[in-house]
């Protein structure tokens, strides 16, 4: 089955396009501030048995797809061979037209994987599936390897506050190490007080990373925080991400959430409406906390999630049962940020929505509080998780080039626990050349390569150097 699918110019769609994904974009390092890889895979440079350990485990993406075509759960979560659950992925991607799995799947076969003459279906899976296993026991695929081939420069993982980072001490010491790794600081469980038991066997883990006696002084919890906030900050961190399906719309004080606090360690489960006043006050807290380290905090909004309670129980979270929210955005977005901005603690703050109904509420609030301090203080996110498709992404860039300024724009991201995924770079990266070069086609934009191929260089590498503050060299010319 001859495949010429998946070509050099694939998306780009006249000549100007072309010229800026070749000259201006096409090798320029990756710069991946947001991901969710195992830092213990890139320490030991794992090397995956086969393809579905590389491609299919954990991917909530693929489940959700092949429930849909009537796979049955065990050969997604389920305890079937790895070659029985590759199998059933190759009889769904055939199904998936239109869907951006199919051009994910594709492209991932085709760089790093080199599979570029067939597309995967039931008749090529075993060929793809002998042929990628014997590359995954070569030096050049393994963790570093496919990062190396993917001209990965630097990779965030997401880390939670009472991680060791072992890992990512290993990783600083490696002499042979070519990619830095660095930690993110994700404290989302340090605010789960609506469900007493696990939170009370969190903190207890906290005070031992912090070496700090907490009890049920909540001044001690946030000293606890800070610690490992300042241990993170040791060890190469400079982002923080919070995800919430909504930020909390009350009014609240400190001596507010100390008693909240003090009921939950006590076992008591809390009223919704003390959850919501609670993770109000910490995250005002922490993104406090976030500034004076001159930290990027994200804020992820948006994901209703684990609604499927029948799976949620039988596989737990990232199952693929996690949905858009339609939770009210703009007046809690507003009364957060201006909190932070009227003492002057405001962060660089990137935000993501997950409701695309929500883009235009987000890009405009963020306009209210850039200051002049940084081009780009304040970032309209990437589109992610269901919105990181062709029609996601060209409507982010479309409601940023609208509402605020593209030009300071930081880029993509993974947001993936697969080591394939940095095809999703390659991906954005040919979707803005082919909405910038149709615009210069048609007038919208000079017809200056120099001019607008600037532009891509700057989103696609050099904003991402310099908002981070991560030391970077210079993008090649």
Known sequence: MNNAFITEHFLLQNTQAVKLYEDFARHLPIIDYHSHLSPADIAADRRFENLT??????????WRAMRAVGVAEHYCTGDASDWEKFQKWAETVPQLLRNPLYHWTHLELKHPLGIADRLLCPETAA????????????????????????????????????????????????????????????PDRASAVETPDAFNAWVERLAEAANLDIGDDFDRYLEALERRHDYFHAHGCRLADHSLEALPDVDYSLADAASIWRKVRAGKTPASAEVALFRAALLHELAVMNYRKGWVQQLHLG?????????????????????????????PLARFLDRLDRKNRLS??????????????????????????????????????????????????????????????????????????????????????????????????????????????????????????????????
Not at 53 to 62: A, I, Q
Not at 153 to 168: K, S
Request: net charge negative.
């Open 53 to 62: 350990r590389l491609w299919l485990s954990g991917d909530h993406y693929k």
């Open 348 to 477: 660089k703050t990137i935000v993501y929505n997950l409701n695309p109904a929500q883009n235009e509420v987000v890009a405009a609030m963020l306009g209210n509080f850039q200051d002049g301090s940084t081009p780009g203080k304040m970032q309209y996110g990437s589109a992610w998780w269901f919105l990181d498709q062709k029609n996601g992404i060209e409507k982010q860039l479309e409601t940023l080039s609208n509402l605020g300024v593209l030009s300071t724009f930081v880029g993509m991201l993974t947001d993936s626990r697969s080591f394939l995924s940095f095809s999703r770079h390659d991906y954005f990266r040919r979707i803005l050349c082919n909405l910038l070069g149709q615009e210069m086609e048609q007038g919208l934009l000079p017809d200056d390569l120099d001019m607008v191929g600037g532009l891509v260089r700057a989103i696609c590498y050099e904003n991402a150097a310099r908002y981070f503050g991560f030391d970077l060299p210079a993008a090649p010319v």
């Open 127 to 186: 060929s793809i599936w002998e042929e990628c296993n014997a590359k995954l026991a070569l030096p050049e695929f393994s963790a570093r390897g496919i990062m190396r081939q993917m001209n990965v420069l630097l990779v965030c993982t997401t880390d939670d506050p009472i991680d060791t980072l072992e890992h990512h001490w290993a990783l600083a010491a490696d002499p042979t190490k070519d990619i830095r790794v660095l930690p993110t600081f994700r």
């Open 303 to 331: 994901a209703l999630r684990n609604n499927n309670s029948r799976l949620f129980k039988a596989y737990g979270p990232d199952a693929g049962c996690d949905s858009i929210g339609d939770a009210p955005l703009a007046r």
